[in-house]
Every structure is written in structure tokens, then in C-alpha cells.
């Protein structure tokens, strides 16, 4: 079982043994998956498909296009509707809500705590229109020196792609770098990368997804 340490404690953590810093954003950054599952809802409902709520934790770390393709595949292929479609329409969507996202700020301390002093990135299952829109809203654009998302990688989470493109574009090893995730599939990704990861869901406010259930 991981170890659970306080962000304080992983400052410490982060002095004494790594170089680089590599942050998720949905559900680690962002307190977005709330914004997320609405969006998806919405999205599905303009096609008259019923979102599968009770899987939106199985979706995460997947891109909008993949699950879109899982949702269509498995609950609800409609005649003449593409998952590039209903990808698009999700994102519209969160465009429209993207002022419910709000940071979580127990990221945040550390973000700012190492900004100019370490290479921090972003790597993301979301395409990088999205991933700057959410950036610029939330003001996070200029803490990171690299952004890496869906767009960038062939092979998204749990593949380690995503984290190891980060980490030659900080121009560290993966041993220099610790990740910040809280999805099963960036988890993994992070490990898959030969990198320490962090897992930030203990950290979060308790979410409002337990009250849309």
C-alpha cells in the first residue's frame, strides 16, 4: 500500500529527492470531474443515449475521444452519430460549465511552492484546446513549463507516454521526477514510466459526484 503523506510532508519529500515535478489535471489540478460528468451527460442526452454514470470512475484517465468510443460501443451506438461527434459535444459542453472548476488547493501548495525552483509539467488525457482553456481559467498557464496532452502521444494512460514525454521535455530522467495523480490509469501510467507517484485523492475536498449518484 502506498504511503500517505501530507502535502507539507511531500515538500519535504520533493527537496531531499527529486528535480522534476509532473502534474495531472482533472481530479488533481482541477476539481473538474463534477464539471465532467455533467458535461458528459448533457452531451449524451443531445443524442438520446443515457450516460452510464455509475462508470464514470472506469472512464477516467481515458481521452474524450476513447470514451466517447466506450460509450457507443457498449451503451448506446446510435445510427449516424461518431464518437468524434459526441467527443465534440462533451467538450462544447464543459466549455459551457467550465466556470464551476475550481483548483484544489492542497495541489496548489505545492505548485506554488516550487514554482521557478523546479520544472513543473502538466500530462493529460485531454486534448490541449481544453487542457489551456482550463489552464487560463484557473490561472495555472504560467506555473508550468510543459504541457503535454492527448494530442501529443500515440499511446495514452495507463501507457507511460504521456509522463515520459514530460519528462524529456524538463529534460530530466524519470528517476528526477515524482507524478501527482489520483485516476487508476495515471497511476499506472506514472509506474508504468518508472516514476514515484503520488496519489492526491486523500487530499481533495469531498467531492460533489457523491451527491450526483
Not at 495541489?107 to 509539467?121: C, E, Q, T
Not at 501529443?152 to 514525454?165: A, E, G, Q, S
Not at 490509469?185 to 486523500?202: F, K, P, S, W, Y
Request: a neutral charge; charged letters at 25%.
Amino acid at each position: 500500500m502506498d504511503q500517505v503523506l501530507t502535502p507539507e510532508e511531500v515538500v519535504l519529500k520533493i527537496k531531499s529527492s527529486f528535480s522534476a515535478l509532473i502534474f495531472d489535471l482533472d481530479g488533481t489540478l482541477a476539481d473538474s470531474n463534477p464539471t465532467h460528468l455533467e458535461a458528459w451527460t448533457r452531451a449524451c442526452k443531445a443524442f438520446g443515449i443515457e450516460y452510464p454514470r455509475d462508470k464514470f470512475y472506469y472512464f477516467a484517465g481515458l481521452s474524450s475521444l476513447k470514451i466517447a468510443e466506450e460509450i457507443l460501443k457498449t451503451y448506446g451506438k446510435k445510427e449516424g452519430i461518431s464518437a468524434y461527434d459526441l467527443s465534440a459535444r462533451k467538450e462544447k459542453e464543459f466549455d459551457l460549465l467550465q466556470e464551476k472548476v475550481k483548483p484544489i488547493e492542497p495541489v496548489m501548495h505545492i505548485v506554488r511552492h516550487f514554482y521557478g525552483k523546479l520544472p513543473m509539467a502538466v500530462g493529460t488525457g485531454r486534448l490541449r484546446n481544453s487542457t489551456v482553456k482550463t489552464l487560463d481559467h484557473l490561472d495555472l498557464t504560467p506555473y508550468f513549463n510543459v504541457i503535454v496532452t492527448a494530442d501529443d502521444v500515440k499511446h495514452h494512460k495507463p501507457k507511460p507516454d504521456t509522463f515520459l514525454l514530460c519528462a524529456q521535455k524538463m529534460g530530466v530522467t524519470s528517476q528526477d521526477c515524482l507524478v501527482f495523480e489520483d485516476a487508476q490509469r495515471g497511476l499506472e501510467a506514472a509506474r508504468n514510466a518508472g516514476m514515484e507517484v503520488i496519489d492526491v485523492t486523500h487530499w481533495k475536498p469531498q467531492m460533489k459526484l457523491l451527491n450526483i449518484f
